[in-house]
């Protein structure tokens, strides 16, 4: 329960450090403060921003997976994943921790940033 909370705090706390990033604001309490009729156009940015996350990352892992002439089950077995889940992150059907990135990154000799490029 406490990790859960914990991750859930990290989470919402990388959220807001995002939006400040992404839009400039002074603090995170602007956000926070602003009417849900103004928040909700930024909110779909966001939301869109992270989905053309997801697709560069699934698009990289793809072409480095087919570059070295793997298959998913192969991919999957080298780096300790289920088939499934590397079909998943291709799929753009779920987000890679900071984990699988540098598992991915590691294997294929390149740099997390590479594989976040477009």
Same mark, same amino acid.
């Given at each position: 329960?406490?990790?859960t909370?914990?991750?859930?705090v990290?989470s919402?706390?990388?959220?807001?450090?995002?939006?400040?990033?992404?839009f400039?604001?002074?603090?995170?309490?602007?956000?926070i403060?602003?009417?849900?009729s103004e928040r909700?156009?930024?909110?779909?940015?966001?939301?869109?921003d992270y989905?053309?996350?997801?697709?560069?990352?699934?698009?990289t892992?793809?072409?480095?997976?087919?570059?070295? $002439? %793997?298959?998913? =089950?192969?991919? @999957?077995?080298? *780096?300790?994943?289920?088939?499934r889940?590397?079909q $998943? %992150?291709?799929? =753009?059907n779920? @987000?890679?921790t *900071?984990?699988?990135l540098?598992r991915?990154?590691?294997?294929?000799?390149?740099?997390?940033?590479?594989?976040?490029?477009d």
């Open positions: 329960m406490i990790t909370l914990r991750s859930l990290r919402t706390y990388e959220s807001i450090r995002y939006i400040v990033r992404v400039g604001f002074e603090d995170a309490g602007k956000w403060s602003m009417p849900e909700k156009p930024l909110s779909e940015a966001l939301k869109k989905s053309k996350l997801l697709a560069t990352i699934a698009t892992i793809a072409k480095l997976r087919k570059k070295h $002439r %793997l298959s998913q =089950e192969e991919l @999957a077995e080298e *780096l300790g994943y289920s088939t889940f590397i $998943r %992150l291709e799929d =753009e779920c @987000a890679p *900071l984990l699988t540098v991915v990154a590691r294997y294929f000799g390149v740099s997390i940033s590479e594989l976040l490029k």
